[in-house]
């Protein structure tokens, strides 16, 4: 098992990870990019050596209710890569929550191109506009306009 000052000196080494001292000699580091709310990668790690790290979003992992894992007989191995897959799992939306940002209650199509790029037309406050990810790519007043730049740009209706 590694010890407190072991598993700090780990966790330290992540430079997109800013700690926060809590109670009892507890410390929390915060992935502050986050595209969550959820911003706590290291949870109460305690001078005993116990402590959580975020896993709400990775398989794999025996997580309790707040989807965190115990790191109390991590290796430094086991420790570093639960820890980049749970910054990994809170630096981008999965596909649908990035849609559902953009669309909402709007209504949608997906449009099939050129090296397999998908982009969203999506009618909203009385334009069709275009979206690659979460980026406005061009906006239309109709959807003829809008279909017929999709057909030139070599994109097909899914």
Do not use: C
């Not at 997109?16 to 709310?37: A, C, P, T, W």
């Not at 992992?61 to 109390?72: A, F, P, Q, S």
């Not at 990994?88 to 939306?93: F, R």
């Amino acid at each position: 098992m590694l010890s407190f000052d072991e598993k700090l000196a780990i966790i330290s080494s992540f430079p997109e990870l800013h700690r926060k001292d809590v109670s009892l000699g507890r410390v929390n580091f915060h992935y502050e990019e986050s595209v969550y709310d959820k911003t706590v990668v290291v949870h109460h790690l305690h001078p005993n050596g116990n402590g959580f790290v975020y896993a709400g979003f990775l398989k794999g992992y025996e997580t309790n209710d707040k989807g965190l894992v115990n790191i109390r007989d991590y290796t430094e191995e086991e420790l570093r890569s639960i820890i980049e897959a749970s910054i990994e799992s809170l630096s981008t939306l999965p596909d649908t929550a990035r849609e559902e940002a953009i669309v909402g209650n709007g209504n949608e199509q997906r449009w099939n191109g050129p090296d397999n790029a998908t982009l969203l037309l999506v009618h909203e406050d009385d334009l069709w506009n275009i979206y690659s990810g979460l980026n406005l790519e061009a906006a239309f007043l109709s959807y003829e306009e809008a279909e017929d730049y999709l057909f030139e740009e070599g994109f097909r209706r899914l």
